[in-house]
T-cell receptor
Framework: DVKVTQSSRYLVKRTGEKVFLECVQDMDHENMFWYRQDPGLGLRLIYFSYDVKMKEKGDIPEGYSVSREKKERFSLILESASTNQTSMYLC????????????FGPGTRLLVL | AQSVTQLGSHVSVSEGALVLLRCNYSSSVPPYLFWYVQYPNQGLQLLLKYTTGATLVKGINGFEAEFKKSETSFHLTKPSAHMSDAAEYFCAVSEVETGGFKTIFGAGTRLFVKA
């Protein structure tokens, strides 16, 4: 079974802190994604990566950056956390970006105070 | 440009009743279509997907969906709801665009099952 793990299930941070969310997948997938999930808005793509050291902006990249130094690991960075970044963050991976299934991690619920 | 509309943010059914969750999409080319389910405190997992071929797709846990091109719909059904079906369901559309594919998720429909 494909497994996608996220470093934390719950995080509480203060405004202005630098926050790292990490995601690891064990299926050698080329593509990895970071989404945020908010009630009534569904999932919105923040960034994705189709190869090591490659990244593309999604629909809402402002205030975020990413890093992919190894194929299995994709990190989301909040350079200076703000209260409007309080959300559920979901990581996913897939073989390709078209017809293939995305496999999701359990999510990280982030609260920024 | 693609978009996904899920009609009804909340749907409530009785145990044993038909489940119908609606999804309409807009796409300029034939898309790939997905339904994912999210149980409480978990990530999303695939229920079923349509890529090519038969337009009626069967998925896990007794769910199925039918791709209707003329109606641009991909509604999810299950003949008889079970308490364990209570979850949030997301419809997603994947379409080729400049630079590769893009997947868009609907806002989600939360399914409540009454005993």
């Amino acid at each position: 079974d494909v497994k996608v793990t996220q470093s934390s299930r719950y995080l509480v941070k203060r405004t202005g802190e630098k926050v790292f969310l990490e995601c690891v997948q064990d299926m050698d997938h080329e593509n990895m994604f970071w989404y945020r999930q908010d009630p009534g808005l569904g999932l919105r793509l923040i960034y994705f990566s189709y190869d090591v050291k490659m990244k593309e902006k999604g629909d809402i990249p402002e205030g975020y950056s990413v890093s992919r130094e190894k194929k299995e690991r994709f990190s989301l960075i909040l350079e200076s956390a703000s209260t409007n970044q309080t959300s559920m963050y979901l990581c996913a991976s897939s073989w390709d970006r078209g017809q293939e299934t995305q496999y999701f991690g359990p999510g990280t619920r982030l609260l920024v105070l | 440009a693609q978009s996904v509309t899920q009609l009804g943010s909340h749907v409530s059914v009785s145990e044993g009743a038909l489940v119908l969750l609606r999804c309409n999409y807009s796409s300029s080319v034939p898309p790939y279509l997905f339904w994912y389910v999210q149980y409480p405190n978990q990530g999303l997992q695939l229920l079923l997907k349509y890529t090519t071929g038969a337009t009626l797709v069967k998925g896990i846990n007794g769910f199925e969906a039918e791709f209707k091109k003329s109606e641009t719909s991909f509604h999810l059904t299950k003949p008889s709801a079970h308490m364990s079906d209570a979850a949030e369901y997301f419809c997603a559309v994947s379409e080729v665009e400049t630079g590769g594919f893009k997947t868009i998720f609907g806002a989600g429909t939360r399914l409540f099952v009454k005993a």
